[in-house]
């Protein structure tokens, strides 16, 4: 028995240091943060069933299409030049944007990036953080769904994805950005992603102006299911989403993995709640757009704070995100599916409260939560609004004058479907032989 024991204490070393290989990598990180990304990539087509399930009928298709295309030309632009924008080092601009030492991904591959990710190949930090760059002007499509052309939605994503989510990008995760710099958390996006989406929107659906033949505010879902499923799609990969960027399967992603299931469930319960006491009913809708807020709002916080901040930044998120849905046709703004109303003001939340609610228990490379990290929070937070904002409404303006922005009045009223998809979501005998008819 000593014998064993003896040999079984011998081989006990080499079986802990078994997963670690050359150059430092870890395999249980690497396959982690891989697999993280296949579930934020899985993020993109749940928004869009979440969006498409939204709008109506006549417009599921191009509401859908506008996602994918981020999925097909964001990821093309982040191979050849997004990464590298908005993550290498840029020489004396590296406060603001990173330079072109890895345009193509040259020098992206199995060895890693100390700088980014000590235990991971250089190639699997990219294309996780690859995954944020799709869904980030997926989510501003939400805006200005069923009046925008698709062909100016996939110009002013390819230059929007260049001139402000790479540099904001830089400004928050990458070593010498400016933010990263003053302290600012950010741990998974709350700033990076929904707050700079949620400038851009409200910039788009300003200039746009509201559809055309809108009666009211708001129009009826045309499939309740499908924006369930794509809240469900949402809260699944959401968990990759925070949870993958702590870059290793560690004590720091069970906490966000458990945050990000917590946050979600008390926004969801907080907005039903809601929903309850003024209709006395309870909405598909409602639980999703709920837990969707929750999502949003937990994002900068998933690896800082303890569960029970997280079920507090829920509850708030929902609180405040359902009096801004309420109260957002008063400004007279289309935002068609409220994209500022949820991603913007439950992320903004989000992120001021990471100031005041982060803890060193959960992350030791944090500070705790105070009001100069308040501060240095609201510092980030308004400075990607006005950096979004201003720059997405040049950009629009620049994409108006290369190709119409907005659909005309009779293709809105027929339906984006088959005026820039050529196609309609669902067919019957009467579509099947209308003269309107994908391929007629």
């Known amino acids: ?42 993020m993109t087509p749940g928004l869009a069933f979440f969006y498409g399930g939204l709008v109506r009928a006549k417009n599921v298709v191009h509401t859908m ?3 994918l295309v981020c999925m097909a030309f964001v990821g093309v632009l982040w191979a050849l030049v997004g990464y590298s924008l908005a993550f290498s080092p840029g020489g004396g601009l590296d406060w603001f944007v990173g330079g072109l030492a890895w345009a193509g991904l040259v020098g992206v591959g199995a060895r890693p990036e100390p700088s980014l ?47 402000v ?31 700079n989406a949620a400038a851009a929107a409200v910039v788009g659906a300003a ?32 968990l990759g989403f925070n949870g993958g960027s702590a870059l290793a399967a560690n004590g720091l992603a069970a906490s966000a993995f458990a945050n990000t299931f917590f946050a979600p469930a008390a926004a969801a319960a ?45 509850a708030a998120a929902a609180a405040a995100s359902f009096t801004a849905v309420r109260y957002r046709p008063r400004l007279g703004l289309d935002d068609s599916l409220d994209v500022f109303a949820v991603h913007g003001v439950a992320a903004t939340l989000g992120a001021l409260l990471t100031g005041l609610l982060a803890s060193k228990a959960v992350n030791p490379d944090a500070a705790d939560g105070s009001l100069r990290l308040l501060g240095v929070q609201a510092i980030g937070v308004a400075a990607t609004f006005l950096w979004s904002g201003a720059l997405s409404f040049l950009i629009f303006k620049l994409v108006g004058l290369v190709t119409p922005l907005r659909a005309d009045q009779q293709d809105e009223w027929t ?16 579509t099947e032989s209308s003269p309107h008819a994908a391929g007629a």
């Not at 670690?20 to 990539?41: E, K, N, P, R, Y």
């Not at 990263?180 to 709350?190: E, K, N, S, V, Y």
């Not at 900068?300 to 930044?313: H, M, N």
């Open 1 to 42: 028995m000593r014998l064993l024991a003896a040999a079984l204490a011998a081989a006990t070393p080499s079986l802990a240091t078994a997963a670690v290989g050359a150059g430092g990598l870890d395999s249980g990180d690497t396959a982690f943060v891989l697999l993280s990304a296949g579930l934020v990539l899985l």
């Open 65 to 67: 299409n506008m996602s």
């Open 117 to 163: 990710a000590a235990t991971v190949p250089h190639g699997a930090f990219m294309l996780f953080q690859a995954m944020f760059a799709i869904i980030t002007p997926a989510l501003i499509s939400g805006a200005i769904v069923e009046r925008v052309r698709l062909k100016a939605f996939i110009l002013f994503t390819l230059l929007w994805s260049l001139v």
């Open 165 to 195: 989510y790479a540099p904001v990008a830089h400004w928050v995760w990458a070593p010498g950005g400016w933010l990263r710099g003053l302290g600012a958390l950010d741990f998974a996006g709350g700033t990076v992603v929904h707050i």
């Open 207 to 238: 200039l746009l102006g509201r559809r055309s033949g809108l009666k009211a505010p708001t129009v009826i879902p045309h499939n309740v299911p499908f924006a369930i499923l794509g809240a469900g799609l949402l809260w699944f990969g959401w």
């Open 270 to 314: 907080t907005w039903a709640l809601i929903e309850l006491m003024l209709h006395g009913k309870v909405s598909g809708v409602g639980l999703a757009s709920g837990a969707v807020a929750g999502m949003v709002a937990i994002t900068p916080a998933a690896g800082y704070v303890t569960p029970l901040s997280a079920l507090l930044l829920g």
């Open 415 to 430: 339906g984006l479907d088959l005026a820039d998809a050529g196609e309609r979501a669902y067919v019957t005998s009467e």
